[in-house]
T-cell receptor, first 112, second 115 residues
Framework: DAGITQSPRHKVTETGTPVTLRCHQT?????MYWYRQDPGHGLRLIHY???????DKGEVSDGYSVSRSKTEDFLLTLESATSSQTSVYFC???????????FGPGTRLTVT | AQSVSQHNHHVILSEAASLELGCNYS??????LFWYVQYPGQHLQLLLK??????LVKGIKGFEAEFIKSKFSFNLRKPSVQWSDTAEYFC?????????????FGGGTRLMVKP
């Protein structure tokens, strides 16, 4: 398995609080992604990064921000969590553009 | 933007039965195609991929998929399933109009294999 860790693995938080999820890779891959997984929707891209300090929006970016200050770390922040952001969040990495992506173990986030 | 459809949401099979899961995408240009599997409680793992060349690709664990460009399809097959194949399967597409290497996923197919 690719060297990808996510923290925390589980989190319960209250509506309106800020939340930051961390993705850490040891593969030195250029591309990193944040997806959310919801039943019936597969995975949907939130944001992605194509290099340090280079990020862009995905399909469902509203309410989320990201930062990448080092190659190995990609942070996803929910500025003010809402119940609709209850989901499982997966980080992925890719070495090449248009190549396969490798996924982390996921973070289960519950917003009450 | 491209979309991916997996028409079978739930499939139940007995061990040794043959499997075919459908995947169709909506984009007329060049695509890279993937099948991922997610075992219960685990992350997604790559089963197989198609970039170019032979449209019949073989993956891990005895799975294969056939790319039929004229039908915009990339169906997953396995001749004889095992109980351990119980999982959710996702088809994904990456199109050449996609500057960010974004994968578009289908909604997934839950496979249950009865022993």
């Amino acid at each position: 398995d690719a060297g990808i860790t996510q923290s925390p693995r589980h989190k319960v938080t209250e509506t309106g609080t800020p939340v930051t999820l961390r993705c850490h890779q040891t593969e030195n891959h250029r591309y990193m992604y944040w997806y959310r997984q919801d039943p019936g929707h597969g995975l949907r891209l939130i944001h992605y990064s194509y290099g340090v300090k280079d990020t862009d929006k995905g399909e469902v970016s509203d309410g989320y921000s990201v930062s990448r200050s080092k190659t190995e770390d990609f942070l996803l922040t929910l500025e003010s969590a809402t119940s609709s952001q209850t989901s499982v969040y997966f980080c992925a990495i890719s070495e090449l553009p248009w190549g396969e992506q490798y996924f982390g173990p996921g973070t289960r986030l519950t917003v009450t | 933007a491209q979309s991916v459809s997996q028409h079978n949401h739930h499939v139940i099979l007995s061990e040794a039965a043959s499997l075919e899961l459908g995947c169709n995408y909506s984009y007329g240009g060049t695509v890279n195609l993937f099948w991922y599997v997610q075992y219960p409680g685990q992350h997604l793992q790559l089963l197989l991929k198609y970039f170019s060349g032979d449209p019949l690709v073989k993956g891990i664990k005895g799975f294969e998929a056939e790319f039929i460009k004229s039908k915009f399809s990339f169906n997953l097959r396995k001749p004889s399933v095992q109980w351990s194949d119980t999982a959710e399967y996702f088809c994904a597409v990456n199109a050449d109009n996609n500057a960010g290497n974004m994968l578009t996923f289908g909604g997934g197919t839950r496979l249950m294999v009865k022993p």
